[in-house]
């Protein structure tokens, strides 16, 4: 018998992947057996032989599961269509060991989104992390950048890695403390 959140895969093709938390790009094999562990925001984390690895979504045909599709616009957005989104989209990126998204675990300081001549958006984030040392910064940086990139009209999306004021458990929101204990 399976346990819930562990759903047996099979790699079925080549797939980049990344070792949590140390951060590294890797490739799977055809063939590499595991389990999912976590299938939040965007993104599998899979356990393999001992380790946890993060897959994209858009990847996840090569663990038998749907790609997912982009977020998508009205015609003729509004800011504040396109600020939803983007908020959206932050929401959808997790921290890979912390089943809670960035949001919530107050790692977003700052966005700001701004309009361009040519219909364009630009977006600007500060965001941190739960520790200053963590491997995996430059791939949830990455994860957000990218994330935002998949929204139409947006044409930069700059995500600086900001250590001041230093996080802690109080930048959470009240319903990720309750969910990690940490009330």
Known sequence: MRRPGHEPIVVNRDVR???????VEVKLRPGTVGHVTQALGGSYTIYVEGNLFRIAGVDGDAIGKDPIQPPALP????????SKVVW???????????????????????CRITANEDGTRDVAVKMTL?????GM???????????????PTIRNADVEL?????WNHAMMSE?????TGMM
């Open 17 to 23: 992947a990344v070792i949590v938390p140390a951060g």
């Open 75 to 82: 015609a003729r957005a509004s800011d504040e269509d396109v």
């Open 88 to 110: 959206d989209q932050l929401r959808a990126c997790y921290d890979p060991e912390i089943p809670i998204n960035i949001v919530e675990l107050g790692l977003v300081y700052d």
């Open 130 to 134: 739960t520790a200053p040392g963590c």
């Open 137 to 151: 910064g430059e791939v949830l940086v990455a994860d957000v950048r990218d994330n935002l990139k998949l929204i």
């Open 162 to 166: 900001v250590f001041d004021p230093p």
């Open 175 to 179: 319903a990720a403390r309750l969910q």
